[in-house]
């Protein structure tokens, strides 16, 4: 199975969230990709491409889980 993990660099304490949320599903994955977010509307096409993928991880605040589609 394949995942995508679409993750805002500039929430919280990312490096910490993003490793520990890796280490807890490694071992459920043979693939785990990794997109970080830049700009506003990343996230938001991130997961729109995310159709090739088993499943779909957001790390993030608010802002990144529930950005505005317009």
């Known amino acids: 199975m394949k ?3 679409i993750s805002n660099p500039t929430s919280g304490t990312h490096e910490t969230m993003l490793g520990e949320v ?3 599903v490694e071992s459920l994955y043979a693939e785990i990709h990794i997109l970080k977010t830049n700009a506003e509307g990343d996230a938001r096409r991130f997961a729109e491409a995310s159709g090739s993928y088993d499943h779909l991880l957001v790390i ?4 990144t889980l529930h ?3 317009a």
């Open 3 to 5: 995942v995508l993990v």
């Open 22 to 24: 890796i280490a807890a």
């Open 60 to 63: 993030g605040g608010d802002g």
């Open 67 to 69: 950005e505005d589609a």
